[in-house]
């Protein structure tokens, strides 16, 4: 069974930073792509950023140069670094995964406050 396990949201001020992770169990020799969404109130689930099995990322425009993907040593975990954060980064953010038969896997959600 697939489990997705995410930690670190809370509540920041704005310009300040905050670390999500997440850890994948069930599925750790076949993960494709790992990546993060979020959902604000009101609107669709958008990517935030994606890291590929080949180390290859893709960040949506509004959190380049300011938020860093990454996957942890054991290859099931994938993190975000997210710096200068703004009010409009306030979302729930979902850790997804793709496995190698292109099924994908969603997180509960942690939710991500910035004040400003």
């Keep these: 069974q697939v489990q997705l396990v995410e930690s670190g949201g809370g509540l920041v001020q704005a310009g300040g930073s905050l670390r999500l992770s997440c850890a994948a169990s069930g599925i ?23 890291i590929a099995s080949s180390g290859s990322t893709v960040y949506a425009d509004s959190v380049k140069g300011r938020f860093t993907i990454s996957r942890g040593i054991a290859n099931n975990t994938v993190n975000l670094e997210m710096n200068s954060l703004i009010a409009e980064d306030t979302a729930v953010y979902f850790c997804h995964i793709r496995n190698i038969w292109y099924q994908n896997y969603w997180g509960q959600g942690t939710q991500v406050t910035v004040s400003s």
Aim: hydrophobic fraction near 40%; proline fraction near 4%.
């Design 28 to 50: 750790t020799f076949s993960i494709n792509a790992m990546g993060w969404y979020r959902q604000a109130p009101g609107k669709q689930r958008e990517l935030v950023a994606s």
